[in-house]
């Protein structure tokens, strides 16, 4: 088991007349970045604080650190990630696989979170194996995942920026020879930020069509139809990954990896 992260990377948060409405602004503006870097501050420091109950061995102190930066809305995979580490210390596997996977989300080429992914996922009672038909689909999703989202918005911007430069200097330039290298200059950034926004948008896409779940009770039939008096299935346990089909009141119906689809009851699993 890797040891916790030790730095909250990358936070999300989810949670005379003109010259006066200037002034305004920029009060406005100055309190909101003060708040701002205020709270991040106080993040840092409760994020701080868990990692030395940790070190400690004091696993609850811990996750109860890191589950009081999440409920302030402050979100990154270092964040899920040593919620991870604290809830597989505690016994918790079913907790554990579900940071594990959403700090995947947020970092999906992170070696570390892969690995202590795969060691509490060989905790679970169900290992499933998937058809050997979705191995390539696997071998796509991987890639498509390289980069993750966050990590795409800085070069999309560079891209933008650069593309908008160089065609600004074709047009203004006297030149035709730096005319015409900015302006295949240009034409090159923007195909490559085609490339770039396209991958986001898929990954976009991907997230929206994509919910998938983790089983949270220690042993859970799934059943033909939305009802507790159904046909039941098949039985699976506590850290099963499932995707979810649909939902109808309170049952929701999940596929798990080998095909099988049966109907659990929504408070038997938490989303990823």
């Known amino acids: 088991m890797k040891h916790p992260k030790r730095?909250?990377?990358?936070?999300?948060?989810?949670?005379?007349?003109?010259?006066?409405?200037?002034?305004?602004?920029?009060?406005?503006?100055?309190?909101?970045?003060?708040?701002?870097?205020?709270?991040?501050?106080?993040?840092?420091?409760?994020?701080?604080?868990?990692?030395?109950?940790y070190q400690q061995q004091d696993f609850q102190g811990a996750r109860d650190k890191y589950l009081q930066i999440e409920a302030q809305g402050e979100v990154s995979s270092a964040l899920y990630y040593n919620l991870g580490n604290s809830c597989y210390k505690l016994g918790n596997i079913g907790k554990a696989i579900l940071y594990y996977e959403r700090a995947l989300r947020l970092d999906p080429g992170d070696d570390d979170i892969q690995a202590n992914l795969r060691a509490a996922n060989q905790a679970t009672a169900d290992q499933i194996t998937p058809p050997q038909e979705f191995e390539l689909a696997r071998w796509m999703f991987r890639l498509l995942y390289a980069i993750s989202t966050p990590s795409l918005i800085k070069p999309a911007a560079a891209l933008y920026l650069t593309a908008c430069i160089l065609l600004t200097v074709g047009i203004v330039s006297r030149s035709p020879r730096i005319t015409r290298i900015c302006k295949r200059g240009s034409l090159a950034a923007g195909a490559v930020l085609l490339a770039t926004?396209?991958?986001?948008?898929?990954?976009?896409?991907?997230?929206?069509?994509?919910?998938?779940?983790?089983?949270?009770?220690?042993?859970?039939?799934?059943?033909?139809?939305?009802?507790?008096?159904?046909?039941?299935?098949?039985?699976?346990?506590?850290?099963?990954?499932?995707?979810?089909?649909?939902?109808?009141?309170?049952?929701?119906?999940?596929?798990?990896?080998?095909?099988?689809?049966?109907?659990?009851?929504?408070?038997?699993?938490?989303?990823?």
Do not use: C, Y
Request: charge should be negative; hydrophobic fraction near 45%; charged fraction near 25%.
């Open 7 to 53: 730095s909250l990377a990358n936070p999300t948060l989810r949670n005379g007349s003109s010259s006066f409405v200037r002034l305004l602004l920029i009060f406005f503006a100055v309190v909101f970045l003060n708040h701002s870097a205020a709270a991040q501050g106080g993040s840092e420091r409760v994020f701080d604080e868990g990692n030395l109950l």
């Open 197 to 272: 926004l396209s991958i986001a948008g898929a990954q976009w896409v991907d997230s929206r069509n994509r919910v998938e779940a983790v089983v949270m009770e220690s042993e859970l039939r799934a059943m033909g139809a939305p009802d507790d008096g159904g046909v039941e299935l098949f039985r699976i346990h506590e850290g099963t990954k499932v995707r979810v089909d649909q939902s109808t009141g309170e049952w929701i119906e999940i596929a798990l990896l080998d095909g099988k689809v049966g109907w659990v009851r929504r408070e038997s699993i938490e989303i990823i």
